[in-house]
């Protein structure tokens, strides 16, 4: 099961304290979970075919989960949860779209 989520920062976000937590705590933090086989951090950088065009969303994480259960066992633990709080304040809104494979 792959999880997908699509979020901008938070007017007030700085980018760079973003993307410096995201790469030394976030990924790590979530990668070492046991229910979790992949996750990735990716910055938007524009639109295929229309350079103009600016991407709905400025990040796109992307979580491949072993299954709901457990994952939710693992991001429910009091260690997770203080270790995943700090994305509530950069986050405006995010999306956590669930799905599976055709």
């Known amino acids: 099961m792959r ?12 980018i760079a304290e973003y993307e410096a937590w ?3 705590r976030d990924i ?4 070492g979970l046991g229910s979790v086989t992949s996750f990735t951090v990716h910055k938007a950088t524009g639109v295929f075919g ?6 709905a969303y400025q990040y796109i994480e992307i979580i491949d989960i072993t299954g709901m ?9 009091a260690d997770f949860q203080a ?3 700090p994305f509530q304040g950069f986050a405006d809104a ?3 779209i669930l799905t ?3």
Request: glycine share 0%.
């Open 22 to 24: 995201a790469k030394t």
């Open 69 to 77: 259960d457990a994952f939710v066992a693992d991001i429910s633990t």
């Open 50 to 55: 229309d350079d103009a065009a600016t991407p």
């Open 28 to 31: 790590p933090t979530v990668n």
């Open 100 to 102: 599976e494979d055709l």
């Open 3 to 14: 999880i997908i989520c699509l979020f901008n920062l938070k007017p007030d976000a700085s």
């Open 83 to 85: 270790a995943a709080a």
């Open 94 to 96: 995010p999306q956590f």
